[in-house]
């Protein structure tokens, strides 16, 4: 423990980054850590698509008329925006690129258990990310992120096998990833890594990885059949064709609700790391924040039906699916009880990574109580496929998953390069993300309420006040946006070099050099204590002094 | 309904703004009590069992109570009572087409009475669309090949946002309409002149005839077909056993696609009529076979054909 503390910092020692050169070597490389930074870079490209579609959306809906883009083309953003955003930003985001690079060090392992399965994945990803793109191109897709049939079937005319093809192809990349998740968190554990030592991080991780195994094949087989009732009319979705069009919603939520917790699940993972490194204290009640995720793996497998309460499903099975709602509801907010419990009594820093914490806490606890409206069945009926929809799913999706995504980011950050980032403008960028969100998406709540459905390219003049409110949010989000990824880049050049540990935290991939060498350890390493032994480790300020 | 929705709405935001509130603060508290201080080492905590249970259970009463209120609203939004004026409605890309029981048609717009309770018996002609009047705190799917159901009674005058909730394609944003409350006398006099040729079930009635239906539907139950007086609402028996209520879906589907159920007793020799009605017929036809099972002084049936008039004469219970 005091030795590894002790290594002496030489940026020269030979890590993962510089063991080899040139381009073959990333993209033949079967190194976690690299193929976690190719992942790194693919999203990043996504997300600012996705993003830049975002802005072209709230632009058009700063009036009340359609006059910025045409309907269609203001119906295939929001359809792009969506399809990029989920499959190929949310889905992989802190699976592919934390979870991918941090795995193997917090279970003391040389690399995943499947290294070149790993490699697999991304070029999967990259496949279906191209075709993503090519469906763009060439004219891009009008159905919404979530294809409803019949419409996708037998009315749409723009690229929908192709993009169909293309998440099909991104989600093997998922199912691949949390294989390898699955695999090497049970086969590769370090000697005394038992399974009550492991890093919270971890069982969200394990969690999230079960759910895009049994979940994402479901996808896989949907698009399918959308593709084939699509091209060769075979009668599956279409009533016309003798299909049945809630069939569809049922086979797409089966797998788009758990995706949801694919989303957030790995957030809270980071964030159960970063409260605890800050607070200097081992997490309040570790194994019912282990539990609650894979409390919620299960039970969000349970409740996809409440997507369709209006949609045309039996009054019956829409009590059992409310029901069944609120039960996943719990172990959400015990996590958020959790991390506000581990702070009682902690010794309390604000590096930037505690400020997304704080932050995603917040935004969290938002987007959970307002999943508790949408549960009721009786509101429901008023304010599904309205703006609220919109503002609840994003406090989930944006300030949760993405506020995690970002705070994992700049804990990790002086791990994965070995720099640290600007810590002023971390802080600052954090304040902006906060406020430009809240702005963006608190006015849409309103909106929902009055009465404005989502997916409008044109809308009645009363709605406008609110609609400029959110668009003014979006441009200052994408500041906050952008900012990261400037200074991220600068550091890697002139940031301060980082050294091993930082922040003082717990956890074994604190315990090798940072960036770390090859193998991730130059010995075994056997653990022989508890996760978050914050007693044993000083604070950085008392390594200073 | 509003009321209803929306005292559950403000309890909703009530508890979402004292839980936020005290999540923050509990969080802002923390933060600056136990902020980092030389010399000061964070005490370690394990947990603590009975606060967790507090957390867990606490909540989950609190869920169950919304749960049982969004569920008691729910229940009534979807319970039209029995003596609702039904309104037929085809939605189809990017165009609300609605028809009144008394006749009259309209596009993008409806006008009812204030205070009378409104069934919508809805479907649509091609893609998924939702009739969504935001003032009225409802909304539902429309989907093709089977009718759905929603029911309203306006409490005030005015005009309202009807608007299509569930994406369609183009002009999704454009699927939008009036819903017009009036007066009941004024809503009387726009009936009038509405110019209607015929209510909905005499219009089904001659389109009955004219498709050849009574050749077998006879009323003195010795046709080919079931006698269709007095069904609708009752249970079926079916060929395979099982039992069915003839609501609207069973009567559209036993039209279009007449070997889906076929009742105790009978053959499957009726003729499929899928692509041969267009929706605005159907809703004639189920329109009519209700009105058959209307009391005979029933103003619908008031002008029905020698055999749909003498079966009604002959329906003793």
Same mark, same amino acid.
């Given at each position: 423990?005091? $030795?590894? *503390?002790?290594?002496?910092? #030489?940026?020269?020692? +030979?890590?993962?980054?510089?063991?080899?050169?040139?381009?073959?070597?990333?993209?033949?490389? $079967?190194?976690?850590?690299?193929? *976690?930074?190719?992942?790194?870079?693919?999203?990043?490209f996504f997300f600012f698509i996705g993003g830049f579609f975002a802005l072209l959306i709230r632009l058009e809906l700063?009036?009340?008329?359609g006059d910025l883009v045409l309907s269609d083309t203001y119906n295939k953003l929001f359809s792009m925006h969506g399809q990029i955003m989920v499959f190929f930003f949310l889905v992989?985001?802190?699976? *592919?690129?934390?979870?991918?690079?941090?795995?193997?060090?917090?279970?003391?392992?040389? #690399?995943?258990?499947?290294?070149?399965?790993?490699?697999?994945?991304?070029?999967?990803y990259i496949i279906g990310g191209a075709l993503m793109l090519h469906a763009m191109v060439l004219g891009g897709v009008d159905t919404g992120w979530t294809f409803y049939t019949p419409f996708s079937t037998s009315f749409s005319n723009t690229h929908v096998i192709e993009a169909g093809l293309a998440i099909f192809i991104a989600g093997?990349?998922?199912? /691949?990833?949390?294989?390898?998740?699955?695999?090497?968190?049970?086969?590769?554990?370090?000697?005394?890594?038992?399974?009550?030592?492991?890093?919270?991080?971890? =069982?969200?991780?394990?969690?999230?990885?079960?759910?895009?195994?049994?979940?994402?094949?479901?996808l896989a087989i949907t698009l399918v059949l959308v593709v084939l009732e699509r091209s060769l009319h075979l009668g599956i979705f279409d009533p016309t064709l003798?299909g #049945?069009p809630l069939l569809f919603q049922?086979l797409f939520w089966?797998y788009s609700?758990?995706a949801?917790?694919?989303?957030?699940?790995?957030?809270?993972?980071?964030?159960?790391?970063?409260?605890?490194?800050?607070?200097?204290?081992?997490?309040?009640?570790?194994?019912?924040?282990? /539990?609650?995720?894979?409390?919620?793996?299960?039970?969000?497998?349970?409740?996809?039906?409440?997507h369709?309460?209006?949609a045309?499903?039996?009054?019956?099975?829409?009590?059992?699916?409310?029901?069944?709602?609120?039960?996943?509801?719990?172990?959400?907010?015990?996590?958020?009880?959790?991390?506000?419990?581990?702070?009682?009594?902690?010794?309390?820093?604000?590096?930037?990574?505690?400020?997304?914490?704080?932050?995603?806490?917040?935004?969290?606890?938002? @987007?959970?109580?307002?999943?508790?409206?949408? *549960?009721?069945?009786?509101? #429901?009926?008023?304010?599904?496929d309205?703006?609220?929809?919109i503002?609840?799913?994003?406090?989930?999706?944006?300030?949760?998953?993405?506020?995690?995504?970002?705070?994992?980011?700049?804990?990790?950050?002086?791990?994965?390069? @070995?720099?640290?980032?600007?810590?002023?403008?971390?802080?600052?960028?954090?304040?902006?993300?906060?406020?430009?969100?809240?702005?963006?998406?608190?006015?849409?709540?309103?909106?929902?309420?009055?009465?404005?459905p989502r997916r409008y390219w044109q809308y009645?003049?009363?709605?406008?006040?609110?609609?400029?409110?959110?668009?003014?949010?979006?441009?200052?989000?994408?500041?906050?946006?952008?900012?990261?990824?400037?200074?991220? /880049?600068?550091?890697?050049?002139?940031?301060?070099?980082?050294?091993?540990?930082?922040?003082?935290?717990?956890?074994? +991939?604190?315990?090798?050099?940072?960036?770390?060498?090859?193998?991730?350890?130059?010995?075994?390493?056997?653990?022989? =204590?508890?996760?978050?032994?914050?007693? +044993?480790?000083?604070?950085?300020?008392?390594?200073?002094? | 309904?509003?009321?209803?929705?929306?005292?559950?709405?403000?309890?909703?935001?009530?508890?979402?703004?004292?839980?936020?509130?005290?999540?923050?603060?509990?969080?802002?508290?923390?933060?600056?009590?136990?902020?980092? !201080?030389?010399?000061?080492?964070?005490?370690?905590?394990?947990?603590? %069992?009975?606060?967790?249970?507090?957390?867990?259970?606490?909540?989950?009463?609190?869920?169950?109570?919304?749960?049982?209120?969004?569920?008691?609203?729910?229940?009534?939004?979807?319970?039209?009572?029995?003596?609702?004026?039904?309104?037929?409605?085809?939605a189809k890309q990017w165009m609300?087409?609605?028809?009144?029981?008394?006749?009259?048609?309209?596009?993008?717009?409806?006008?009812?009475?204030?205070?009378?309770?409104?069934?919508?018996?809805?479907?649509s002609q091609d893609v998924i669309h939702d009739?969504?009047?935001?003032?009225? !705190?409802?909304?539902?799917d429309v989907v093709p090949?089977?009718?759905?159901?929603?029911?309203?009674?306006?409490?005030?005058?005015?005009?309202?946002?009807?608007?299509c909730a569930e994406y369609c394609g183009t002009s999704h944003s454009g699927m939008?309409?009036?819903?017009?409350?009036?007066?009941?006398?004024?809503?009387?006099?726009?009936?009038?002149?509405?110019?209607? %040729?015929?209510?909905?079930?005499?219009?089904?009635?001659?389109?009955?005839?004219?498709?050849?239906?009574?050749?077998?539907?006879?009323?003195?139950?010795?046709?080919?077909?079931?006698?269709?007086?007095?069904?609708?609402?009752?249970?079926? &028996?079916?060929?395979?056993?099982?039992?069915?209520?003839?609501?609207?879906?069973?009567?559209?589907?036993?039209?279009?696609?007449?070997?889906?159920?076929?009742?105790?007793?009978?053959?499957?020799?009726?003729?499929?009529?899928?692509?041969?009605?267009?929706?605005? &017929?159907?809703?004639?036809?189920?329109?009519?076979?209700?009105?058959?099972?209307?009391?005979?002084?029933?103003?619908?049936?008031?002008?029905?054909?020698?055999?749909?008039?003498?079966?009604?004469?002959?329906?003793?219970?």
């Amino acid at each position: 423990m005091a $030795t590894a *503390a002790a290594v002496n910092v #030489d940026t020269e020692r +030979e890590n993962y980054l510089n063991s080899t050169y040139g381009i073959r070597s990333w993209l033949l490389t $079967t190194d976690h850590k690299r193929i *976690a930074l190719l992942y790194l870079v693919s999203i990043t490209f996504f997300f600012f698509i996705g993003g830049f579609f975002a802005l072209l959306i709230r632009l058009e809906l700063l009036t009340p008329a359609g006059d910025l883009v045409l309907s269609d083309t203001y119906n295939k953003l929001f359809s792009m925006h969506g399809q990029i955003m989920v499959f190929f930003f949310l889905v992989p985001s802190i699976p *592919a690129v934390l979870g991918n690079f941090l795995i193997p060090m917090m279970v003391g392992a040389k #690399d995943l258990a499947l290294p070149r399965i790993n490699l697999i994945s991304w070029y999967l990803y990259i496949i279906g990310g191209a075709l993503m793109l090519h469906a763009m191109v060439l004219g891009g897709v009008d159905t919404g992120w979530t294809f409803y049939t019949p419409f996708s079937t037998s009315f749409s005319n723009t690229h929908v096998i192709e993009a169909g093809l293309a998440i099909f192809i991104a989600g093997f990349s998922s199912i /691949l990833t949390g294989l390898n998740i699955v695999v090497t968190v049970h086969r590769m554990r370090a000697p005394g890594l038992t399974w009550s030592r492991l890093p919270l991080f971890v =069982w969200s991780m394990y969690a999230t990885s079960v759910i895009m195994l049994l979940g994402t094949p479901v996808l896989a087989i949907t698009l399918v059949l959308v593709v084939l009732e699509r091209s060769l009319h075979l009668g599956i979705f279409d009533p016309t064709l003798g299909g #049945d069009p809630l069939l569809f919603q049922h086979l797409f939520w089966f797998y788009s609700h758990p995706a949801v917790y694919i989303m957030i699940l790995p957030s809270m993972g980071v964030v159960s790391e970063i409260i605890p490194c800050f607070s200097r204290k081992r997490a309040f009640g570790y194994s019912a924040i282990a /539990l609650s995720s894979i409390g919620i793996a299960v039970l969000g497998f349970l409740v996809w039906a409440h997507h369709m309460f209006v949609a045309g499903i039996s009054l019956y099975s829409a009590l059992v699916f409310s029901l069944l709602s609120y039960l996943v509801a719990v172990p959400s907010a015990i996590k958020v009880f959790n991390w506000t419990a581990t702070m009682y009594k902690g010794s309390i820093s604000f590096d930037t990574p505690m400020l997304y914490a704080f932050g995603f806490i917040g935004l969290f606890t938002i @987007g959970g109580l307002t999943g508790l409206f949408l *549960a009721a069945l009786g509101i #429901d009926v008023h304010v599904t496929d309205t703006y609220f929809v919109i503002a609840h799913f994003h406090y989930i999706m944006v300030g949760g998953a993405v506020m995690g995504y970002l705070g994992g980011m700049h804990f990790w950050w002086p791990k994965i390069s @070995g720099r640290m980032y600007p810590e002023f403008w971390g802080k600052l960028a954090a304040l902006i993300v906060f406020i430009g969100f809240n702005l963006t998406f608190f006015p849409q709540f309103i909106l929902g309420y009055l009465g404005m459905p989502r997916r409008y390219w044109q809308y009645p003049p009363e709605f406008q006040v609110l609609n400029v409110l959110s668009t003014a949010g979006s441009t200052i989000l994408a500041v906050g946006y952008l900012l990261p990824m400037a200074y991220f /880049l600068w550091s890697l050049r002139y940031g301060k070099v980082a050294g091993d540990n930082p922040w003082g935290a717990a956890g074994l +991939e604190w315990k090798t050099s940072s960036p770390p060498p090859t193998f991730n350890f130059d010995y075994e390493p056997v653990v022989t =204590w508890e996760a978050y032994n914050y007693h +044993e480790i000083p604070a950085p300020e008392e390594v200073n002094a | 309904m509003a009321g209803t929705v929306d005292a559950l709405f403000i309890f909703l935001t009530l508890l979402s703004v004292v839980m936020t509130v005290a999540i923050f603060a509990t969080v802002l508290f923390f933060a600056t009590k136990y902020r980092r !201080r030389a010399g000061v080492e964070a005490e370690q905590i394990e947990g603590s %069992t009975i606060l967790e249970l507090a957390w867990s259970i606490i909540p989950m009463g609190i869920f169950i109570v919304i749960f049982v209120w969004g569920a008691v609203i729910f229940f009534e939004e979807r319970t039209p009572p029995m003596a609702s004026t039904e309104v037929y409605v085809v939605a189809k890309q990017w165009m609300w087409k609605l028809e009144h029981a008394e006749g009259p048609r309209e596009i993008n717009a409806l006008h009812v009475p204030v205070g009378r309770d409104i069934k919508l018996i809805m479907t649509s002609q091609d893609v998924i669309h939702d009739f969504f009047v935001p003032a009225f !705190r409802m909304k539902q799917d429309v989907v093709p090949g089977r009718y759905t159901t929603e029911w309203f009674r306006a409490t005030k005058t005015g005009t309202y946002h009807l608007f299509c909730a569930e994406y369609c394609g183009t002009s999704h944003s454009g699927m939008i309409g009036d819903i017009v409350v009036m007066e009941p006398a004024a809503y009387d006099a726009w009936l009038a002149g509405g110019g209607a %040729t015929g209510t909905l079930a005499q219009n089904g009635s001659a389109l009955f005839q004219q498709l050849g239906c009574p050749t077998c539907h006879r009323a003195d139950g010795q046709g080919r077909g079931p006698n269709l007086v007095g069904i609708f609402g009752k249970p079926v &028996q079916l060929e395979d056993g099982r039992t069915v209520i003839a609501d609207e879906n069973y009567i559209r589907e036993s039209i279009l696609a007449p070997a889906a159920k076929v009742v105790s007793g009978y053959k499957p020799i009726m003729p499929v009529f899928q692509g041969l009605v267009s929706e605005e &017929q159907l809703s004639t036809l189920v329109a009519y076979v209700k009105s058959l099972s209307q009391a005979p002084s029933g103003a619908a049936g008031s002008s029905l054909t020698t055999a749909a008039s003498s079966s009604s004469a002959m329906q003793n219970p």
